[in-house]
């Protein structure tokens, strides 16, 4: 068995101390890559926490609309052939309903502050 | 690479620009000041001054550079000179290009203009204090200088590409096959437009391509100099209107549609007084397309983070953007209606 602390934890730790005795005391250029740097961190962080239920999810929606098998990205790609070539209904509400909830699901993981598409 | 001075040392290029200091300005006695510009994506671009009779000038060295992940230019360096030439008789505000580089000047393919005072960072121009008034004309003066980049005579540029709405959509279509080949999303916002092709005639002329907050140069008066001209061609002159408001360029401003500063109205009005033809379907097509190409260009980022031998942080960073273009795209096809 691994040592404990868990990777999230750890990960939380080095993005503590990158905020706290790092970006304070560093230089004007090296500024916008450590703030870069930090925030490739939090990806990491918020994926480790949310991707195996997210990507659970997603599979089980994709397997209900395809009525087939496949990995996660099999079943992406015939999605997108089956949009593609018209032969999935671009007006049901199963796929419409996919479409936001995966697309939610992956913005949860990348940016999950991001808001501004409310105002479009 | 022969000839490149990427790899050159600061005091080579200040001899060879020595050596040169004549065919830039008559009468230059010395080059001064020479210094790399590291802001922004271009890495080969220089500042420095050349000194005549007890004054300054100040001009930039722009040489050609490595493939960044603007995928779909094709304007070389030498063409870009060119343009800034062009767009300049047409009275849109670009920098003086100087000189054009020769091959025996021993600098590489580039050229030499004047140098222009401003701020190009967005978040600046969208947050200092020293913008606070300048804030308030942006929007009419990006609508004036759309109207005046659309009357550029693309016939002066040889080689100019174009692109139609079919050549877009074409273009597209084999960027998703290359580089977004299981996004249900770009999938279905792709039919979208195939399917919702505006009725109106396509007009066509000279398009900036790349014509948002980022890059235009600003100073305290408002736009000093419009820049980066690498995505120009021949095309739907409402593309650029629609790229300007895209989201991403607002930077967290979401409630100021053009470019992070202001309204569409003030946009679109000073657009249509200096002569622009609005088509305002058009440009709501071009809204949905042009998040559409942004999100392949993130989706080109993957593929270079993903395939290519050398691993930057800033593409792996741009890739996890994919999701953000997402979202704008189902929500401006009001398929994510919350």
């Not at chain 1, 918020?46 to 609309?65: F, G, M, P, V």
């Not at chain 2, 510009?37 to 009779?53: L, P, Q």
Request: glycine share 6%; hydrophobic share 40%; net charge negative.
């Amino acid at each position: 068995m691994i040592d404990t602390p868990f990777p999230v934890d750890l990960l939380n730790a080095v993005l503590d101390s990158l905020s706290a005795d790092i970006l304070p005391v560093i230089d004007k250029d090296s500024r916008f890559q450590l703030l870069m740097i930090i925030n490739a961190i939090k990806i990491v962080t918020r994926q480790l926490s949310l991707s195996d239920a997210n990507e659970k999810d997603e599979y089980l929606r994709l397997i209900e609309l395809l009525q087939q098998e496949g990995t996660v990205e099999q079943l992406n790609m015939a999605l997108s052939a089956k949009i593609a070539s018209s032969s999935i209904d671009s007006g049901s509400s199963l796929l419409l309903d996919h479409l936001v909830k995966t697309t939610r699901e992956k913005l949860a993981i990348d940016q999950p502050d991001y808001q501004s598409y409310r105002t479009l | 690479m022969v000839g490149s001075i990427a790899m050159m040392e600061i005091r080579a290029v200040q001899a060879r620009l020595d050596a040169i200091k004549n065919n830039i300005l008559p009468g230059s006695e010395s080059v001064t000041d020479i210094k790399k510009i590291t802001a922004g994506a271009s890495k080969n671009t220089y500042k420095f001054s050349v000194k005549v009779a007890s004054q300054k000038k100040t001009y930039i060295l722009r040489v050609a550079e490595d493939k960044s992940i603007e995928h779909e230019s094709t304007i070389n360096i030498k063409m870009e000179a060119n343009i800034l030439a062009v767009a300049k008789l047409a009275n849109v505000k670009v920098p003086e290009v100087s000189y054009i580089l020769e091959d025996h000047d021993g600098l590489g393919e580039g050229y030499i203009m004047g140098y222009v005072a401003g701020e190009t960072i967005p978040r600046k121009i969208l947050r200092d204090k020293k913008f606070e008034k300048t804030r308030l004309l942006l929007a009419a003066q990006y609508g004036q200088q759309l109207a005046t980049i659309h009357t550029i005579d693309s016939g002066k540029i040889e080689d100019l590409p174009a692109s139609n709405l079919l050549q877009t959509l074409a273009r597209f279509r084999s960027d998703i096959d290359s580089y977004a080949p299981s996004s249900p999303v770009f999938e279905y916002a792709y039919l979208w437009l195939v399917t919702n092709q505006p009725q109106t005639t396509e007009r066509q002329c000279f398009v900036h391509g790349d014509f948002r907050n980022g890059n235009v140069m600003v100073g305290e008066q408002g736009i000093e100099a419009v820049l980066d001209w690498e995505l120009c061609h021949k095309g739907d002159p409402m593309e650029d209107l629609a790229w300007l408001m895209l989201n991403p360029w607002r930077f967290g401003n979401v409630d100021s549609p053009v470019g992070g500063v202001g309204r569409e109205e003030d946009l679109f009005n000073a657009y249509e007084a200096a002569g622009g033809v609005l088509d305002i379907d058009r440009v709501r097509y071009w809204q949905i397309a042009c998040t559409l190409r942004w999100g392949l260009t993130c989706s080109f980022a993957r593929y270079i983070f993903n395939t290519g031998a050398e691993k930057k942080l800033e593409h792996a960073l741009i890739a996890r953007r994919i999701s953000e273009t997402e979202i704008d795209l189902l929500r401006l096809l009001r398929v994510d209606k919350s």
